[in-house]
């Protein structure tokens, strides 16, 4: 039987209230999530575990001074539990304004994951382009432009397969979760190597479904072993390798 360390193979973040409370009470698993960070680090160059504001609070509807505050925290927080600055920062239900990226880019945070329906419109020489969750490519990051000049990356997650993992099921079934990855990796690879992030709640995997980690499990396993095609990576490492070429 073998064991597999999921955080080793993905990206992931921990608030720092739980983080806290697993120091105390479950640093064996806490070691295992820096472990897989540093496992990462070695392997890609850029490690797996992102920040996460730090009270969970909806960004936008904080005043600047505790938008300012809630990074700031965070940032902390996960140099002292990673021994190393975040790349990446998890908004709380990707609750996103301009005033919230402005501080995130001015602390040193490079990019943040959002929802494709988040997404309204391209820029480009004739304008913008309008786009939906339907049309736009979330094969690929985005640089977004603040008020300021300012630039950060956004990544946006794929919406249908990330929704049928956290409510139609597909963590039952470790197979059937790893085809319907790599009938959609195929569609997108068609049109040249893409990204495909998910994006799903921690306690979706035990607490939501009993034995999703192990599906969880034999789907990294899947694409550790290069089946169908589909190699890991973290966004990190995505991104430095693929720098944004479009504006959003």
Known sequence: QELRNCYEWINFNVGPTLMHWLRRENPELLARMR???????????????MAQIYHHMILPLATERDKLLETVWAIEDFRYHFGRRPEGMWLSECAVDSASLEILAAKGIRFV???PRQARALVTENGPAPVDEGSLDIGEPYLVRM???AFITAVFYHGPLSQGIAFEGLLRDGERFWQRISS?????????QKLLCLATDGETYGH???FGE????????QAEAGRDGIALTNLAAHIAANPPHREI
Not at 35 to 49: Q, Y
Not at 184 to 192: I, K, P, R, V
Request: aromatic fraction near 2%; charge should be neutral; hydrophobic fraction near 45%.
């Open 113 to 115: 994951v959002l929802a």
């Open 35 to 49: 472990l897989g960070d540093e496992l990462s680090r070695k392997r890609l160059g850029h490690g797996n575990a």
């Open 184 to 192: 959609e990796a195929s569609g997108m690879n068609a049109q040249g």
């Open 208 to 210: 939501h479904f009993t």
């Open 214 to 221: 192990m599906a969880l499990a034999h789907v990294l396993a």
């Open 147 to 149: 008020p300021s000049g």
